[in-house]
């Protein structure tokens, strides 16, 4: 029986003198253990397959079971929970269909790199193999979105198996399934069961004295260095601003590393990439060496030419994944820099950096200046929105903007200062998630303002989770950029010289939708409306939606556009004037003016 005083306290209420008391159940155990390890809720959707985890939860009465209205949800609450507190969070389903739900929000969560650990009912023992009612194969399912996926076959399997399930999502920071048939859930535990609590390590980790003193002489030897830092600079705020201020190089974020890198950092250059802008690219391309830390951008015409290039990371298998790399250094980020700075020389020349932070603050003005809307009337610039939503928004807050035109302008003027978090889909890029996953950011963090900035595609596709809201009492608040259309998706087909179809979307008032179903709601279509909506809606106790009218039209270009990029323009302007679509033309035509007049 249990020898962790953690877990014997879990279990007291269940066992009781042995003699005396029923045994516990097998999803006993897994209740047990997960409250041991920290899990304080689980979200998902009851099923029968699942009824004995159901009950334990109820005899429990300390995990929560948060309920959610589809099982795609839970999986993305889960992530968004874990992108917080860097501890797994967990969600459940049954078997077939309700786990098959649970496959796109736990891809995200792998590709995200956040601990979850999935539970997923299976059909009956017995007729596994049969083509019974709801029969799949989940462990084969999951195999691609998990680090861990493993079928329990026997009762005495399952208290090990969720260790090792729990273990392996903690360390290689992923996704965990556990495939159980429904039946074993309410068997008796094993005698031999033991409950012992599943923790984060904090290991060290770099690389060897040689290859530091190797990344050091390549690094010393250059001319002008550049830093491309990503998520793996959490925790090494500190490291990165040492490191450039030694290399006098100027820094360049990637999507996923901006909420750690570009507050009180005086070496910032902005971001690069298809959602960035100009100085961070050029950064990038004046650059004779460049320091990857903590990194996997995947976009290679990003990359300098000529550049030898170090890379940090500590899964050694990501390094060279995108362009050649000189130096590999397996190691944290914080660890590594660590033992890398007393290397470094300081007799450098800080020519690079200057030109670059110059360049930064003329690009930096040129996108504040695109966020004024100085209009009486007609749908808002989402520019306009989105700084308004950083501005009225909580020192401390956590922004999820959906995918699409939602995370770009989140990338470009959602300001980050160590306190804040942005949280999104930025590996996976799927449509929906800001929602789901707030639901999971705001369980976790019930003190703290937590902002969907979603888009009506987005936030249509899983509108139930608006119920959930309510249901649940969590204080979200989902500011909606209605432009009815699918933007992002025009804005691709624009480059490839195809005629926009198929992209419209006929919405109702999403303010209406949300009062009629309890929450508070407000429908801005003026500029001069927002401050006060977005007031309104932050001090607002309980969950609240805004739902802002703004511009379909708006273009938003990247740092570097290739020829056929400019051709697909072109072309389809030209089709969609032929077309009989030239309104479209004429309002990109004067989004276009807009901003080459602050250019």
């Known amino acids: 029986m249990p020898s962790d005083p953690a877990a014997l306290e879990a279990l007291a209420h269940y ?255 902005g971001m690069t990439g298809l959602l960035g802008f100009a100085s961070g690219y050029r950064a990038m391309e004046h650059c004779d060496a460049l320091l990857m830390l903590g990194t996997d951008f995947p976009y290679a015409p990003f990359y300098p030419d000529a550049a030898r290039i170090v890379q940090v990371d500590i899964r050694g298998e990501n390094i060279g994944r995108r362009t050649p790399v000189d130096v590999a250094l397996v190691g944290s980020v914080r660890d590594t820099v660590r033992a890398l700075l007393p290397l470094l020389s300081d007799a450098r020349d800080d020519a690079h950096l200057t030109r670059m932070l110059a360049h930064y603050r003329r690009t930096r003005g040129r996108l504040d200046a695109l966020a004024v809307d100085g209009r009486d009337r007609g749908p808002l610039h989402p520019q306009f929105v989105t700084s308004a939503v950083d501005r009225l ?27 804040r978090r942005l949280i999104g889909s930025f590996s996976h890029g799927t449509m929906a998630n800001a929602l789901p996953q707030a639901i999971g950011v705001q369980a976790a963090n019930p003190g703290r303002q937590v902002v969907a900035l979603s888009g009506d595609g987005g936030l249509a596709m899983l509108l139930g989770e608006l119920l959930t809201l309510r249901q649940q009492k969590l204080p979200v608040k989902v500011v909606v950029l209605n432009n009815g259309a699918l933007s992002f998706v025009e804005l691709e087909m624009k480059a490839d010289g195809i005629v926009n179809y198929g992209t419209d979307l006929d919405n109702p008032d999403f303010a209406e939708i949300a009062r009629a179903v309890g929450l508070f709601g407000v429908r801005v279509e003026h500029p001069g409306q927002l401050d006060d909506a977005l007031r309104a809606a932050f001090a607002h106790p309980g969950p609240a939606v805004v739902d802002v009218v703004t511009a379909r039209q708006e273009l938003a270009l990247p740092p570097k556009i290739s020829f056929e990029e400019a051709r697909g323009f072109s072309l389809w302007a030209t089709r969609s004037v032929l077309s009989g679509d030239g309104n479209a033309v004429l309002e990109v035509a004067k989004t276009n003016l807009r901003q080459l007049a602050v250019e």
Request: proline share 7%; net charge negative; aromatic share 4%.
């Open 15 to 269: 066992t009781g003198p042995l003699s005396g008391t029923p045994h516990p159940t097998i999803a006993d155990v897994v209740v047990a253990t997960l409250k041991a390890s920290g899990v304080r809720r689980i979200y998902g959707l009851p099923g029968d397959s699942l009824n004995g985890l159901t009950d334990a939860l109820r005899r429990d009465g300390e995990i929560t079971w948060q309920h959610v209205r589809h099982e795609e949800a839970a999986a993305f609450a889960a992530a968004g929970e874990a992108a917080t507190t860097g501890e797994p969070a967990v969600c459940a389903a049954s078997c077939g269909p309700g786990n098959l739900h649970l496959i796109n929000g736990l891809f995200d969560a792998q590709r995200s790199r956040v601990p979850v650990v999935a539970l997923a009912a299976h059909i009956p023992r017995a007729e596994i193999g049969t083509g019974y009612f709801q029969e799949t194969h989940p462990q084969e399912l999951f195999r691609e979105c998990s680090v861990y996926a493993e079928l329990v076959s026997v009762p005495d399997q399952l208290p090990r198996l969720l260790h090792i399930a729990m273990r392996t999502a903690i360390e290689r920071r992923g996704v965990a399934v556990l495939v159980i048939p429904g039946e074993i859930l309410q068997e008796p535990a094993p005698r031999s069961s033991r409950v012992t609590a599943v923790r984060p390590a904090a290991p060290i980790i770099r690389p060897s004295d040689e290859e530091i003193r190797t990344a050091a002489e390549l690094l010393n030897a250059a001319g002008a260095v550049t830093i491309l830092a990503g998520a793996g600079c959490e925790s090494a705020h500190d490291e990165l601003l040492a490191v450039a201020g030694r290399l006098r190089a100027p820094v360049v974020h990637a999507l996923r590393g901006k909420e750690f890198v570009e507050y009180d950092n005086p070496y910032d250059v």
């Open 393 to 419: 928004g909580a020192d401390d807050a956590v922004f999820l903007p959906d995918v699409g035109t939602p995370t770009l302008w989140a990338a470009r003027y959602l300001r980050m200062n160590g306190r």
